[in-house]
């Protein structure tokens, strides 16, 4: 079945470093990829999307590009605050049609120290 | 008001009872959904609907039930909760034509003890 892929956390970092999370899938159907953000205690809220090959998405000063060659859609951030700490999700869609539903990763979560 | 509400966001209860937990949403979406979300295992789904009329299951749907009562209100139902379904639960909503990005509600924390 469909499945994503995602590094396990924690990923520690110091503010002001390069942050990296990996995320690939197996599904290939409809192209909308998105990453999702949970901070603690709160629900997850919608970082950002693609919605075709090669195209990038950005938020928050975080980007993510839609690989498909790869798929992959790995989130980056050039310079992480405190205030970034929280657990990221990436979210392909499930399945090879359009069905709508997308399939979680086990989410990544982020220590970010002053 | 959010735009995805459930109730309540804390429930302590104990082994065999029934307990429902409920959402309702005033986006307009079609779609609901009702995840849970372990320590370890990020979210896995539990039921979803595409609308009032259909109702599926998800990977893990024993022992739970839903009701679409209306667009706006999807529940869920555990028949006699048991201590491994206390976890952290979610509903979401999504629309087909916006591209299939999610609302979540700010979850229902469920602790069986």
């Known amino acids: 079945g469909d499945s994503v892929t995602q590094m396990e956390g924690p990923v520690t970092l110091s503010e002001e470093a390069f942050l990296t999370i990996n995320c690939t899938y197996t599904a290939t159907g409809y192209p909308s990829l998105f990453w999702y953000v949970q901070y603690p205690g709160e629900g997850l809220q919608l970082l950002l999307k693609?919605?075709?090959?090669?195209d990038k998405g950005s938020n928050k000063g975080f980007e993510a590009t839609y690989r498909k060659e790869t798929t992959s859609f790995h989130l980056e951030k050039g310079s992480v605050q405190v205030s970034d700490s929280a657990v990221y999700f990436c979210a392909p869609p499930h399945g090879s049609s359009n069905t709508g539903k997308l399939i979680f990763g086990q989410g990544t979560t982020l220590q970010v120290k002053p | 008001d959010a735009d995805v509400t459930q109730t309540p966001r804390n429930r302590i209860t104990k082994t065999g009872k029934r307990i429902m937990l409920e959402c309702s949403q005033t986006k307009g979406h079609d779609r609901m959904y009702w995840y849970r979300q372990d320590p370890g295992l990020g979210l896995r789904l539990i039921y979803y609907?595409?609308?009032?009329?259909?109702?599926n299951k998800g990977e893990i749907s024993d022992g739970y039930s839903v009701s679409r009562q209306a667009q706006a209100k999807f529940s869920l139902s555990l028949e006699s909760a048991i201590p491994n379904q206390t976890a952290l639960y979610f509903c979401a909503t999504s629309d087909l034509s916006r591209g299939y990005g999610y609302t979540f509600g700010s979850g229902t924390r469920l602790t069986v003890v």
């Open positions: 609907s595409f609308d009032v009329k259909d109702i």
């Open positions: 693609a919605t075709k090959a090669d």
